[in-house]
C-alpha cells in the first residue's frame, strides 16, 4: 500500500483539533507513531484516545510552542523514548482580523509569538535530531494569505509569508541531510474555529453568513480538515521523496480561478 507511515515517529504540534486532529488520526490510520502536542492538553488527551480506541498509537502532551526551553526538553524526550523523529507536523497557529490601522501591537506581538517563533522554536526542537539520523520531514501549515494579499489579515498574513519563506530556507539548508520540508497553503477550511467566529460574530446570520464565505471559494464550498489531512500525508510519505521546498495550495481554485 502507498502512502503508508509504519514505524514513523510523527510529532504534530496543535494536533488536538481542527486540521491538525485531522492530520493526527489520518496519520495514525497510515501506521505511524503519532505525538500529539497542544497547548489544550483536554483536546490532545480526547485526540489521542480517539486515535488508540480505533487501534492506533497516540501521545499527548500539553505543549506551548512559544516557549522554545521546555518545547525542546519536551521534544528530547520525545525522540529518547521513541527512538527517532521522522516527521515534524506544524499545525498549531492564531487568527486575527485587522488591517494595519486597527492591529493593536498587543495582537500583532502575540501573532509573532504564535504563528512564527512557534513554527520556529518547534522547528528549532527537532532538527538536531533529523541531522543526527540524517532524515526527516517538515510540514509547516502556510495559508493563502502567505501568497496574496487577502482583506483584513495584516498580522496574519505577515505571518503566514514568514512560515512560507522558512520552509524555503530550511528546505536548502538541509539537503545534505535528507532532510525535507515542505508547506500547505489551505484557503478557508470548516473546522470549529470557522464555526465559533461566525457565531461570535455574526449572531443570527451563521447559515447566512456560512453560504457567503463558502462561496468565496471557486469550488463552492469550503475546504475539509481530512483533506488537507491527506494531502499532509502523501507529502509526508515517501513516496513524495523527491518533493521539497516547495509550497501546495489547497485552496478550492481560490488562488487562480477568482475573478
Known amino acids: 500500500m502507498p502512502f503508508r507511515l509504519d514505524n514513523k515517529i510523527a510529532v504534530i504540534t496543535g494536533g488536538g483539533s481542527g486540521i491538525g486532529a485531522s492530520i493526527s488520526r489520518v496519520f495514525a490510520e497510515a501506521g505511524a507513531n503519532v505525538?500529539?502536542?497542544?497547548?489544550?492538553?483536554?483536546k490532545a488527551a480526547l485526540t489521542a484516545q480517539s486515535i488508540r480506541d480505533n487501534g492506533g498509537k497516540a501521545h499527548h502532551y500539553q505543549a506551548d510552542v512559544t516557549q522554545q526551553k521546555a518545547?525542546?526538553?519536551?521534544?528530547?524526550?520525545?525522540?529518547?523514548?521513541a527512538g527517532s523523529i521522522d516527521i515534524l507536523v506544524n499545525s498549531a497557529?492564531?487568527?486575527?482580523?485587522g488591517k494595519l490601522h486597527t492591529t493593536a501591537e498587543t495582537a500583532f506581538d502575540q501573532i509573532y509569538e504564535v504563528n512564527i517563533k512557534g513554527v520556529y522554536n518547534s522547528m528549532y526542537a527537532v532538527i538536531t535530531h533529523m541531522m543526527q539520523q540524517k532524515?526527516?520531514?517538515i510540514l509547516n501549515l502556510a495559508s493563502t494569505a502567505s501568497l496574496i494579499g487577502l482583506p483584513d489579515r495584516f498580522a496574519y498574513s505577515m505571518s503566514k509569508g514568514a512560515v512560507l519563506t522558512m520552509t524555503y530556507t530550511v528546505a536548502r539548508d538541509y539537503l545534505e541531510y535528507n532532510i525535507r520540508c515542505n508547506a500547505v497553503?489551505?484557503?478557508?477550511?470548516h473546522t470549529p474555529f470557522v464555526d465559533n467566529f461566525i457565531a461570535k460574530n455574526y449572531p443570527g446570520k451563521e447559515q447566512e453568513m456560512f453560504e457567503k464565505l463558502s462561496k468565496t471559494q471557486p469550488i463552492g464550498r469550503m475546504g475539509k480538515p481530512d483533506e488537507v489531512a491527506y494531502l499532509a500525508l502523501y507529502l509526508c510519505s515517501d513516496e513524495a521523496g523527491f518533493i521539497t521546498g516547495t509550497n501546495f495550495p489547497i485552496d478550492g481554485g481560490f488562488l487562480n480561478l477568482n475573478t
Open 93 to 97: 497557529g492564531i487568527a486575527h482580523i
Open 71 to 81: 518545547l525542546g526538553e519536551l521534544v528530547s524526550k520525545i525522540a529518547a523514548e
Open 35 to 42: 505525538y500529539i502536542l497542544d497547548l489544550s492538553e483536554e
Open 135 to 137: 532524515s526527516g520531514v
Open 185 to 189: 497553503a489551505p484557503a478557508r477550511i
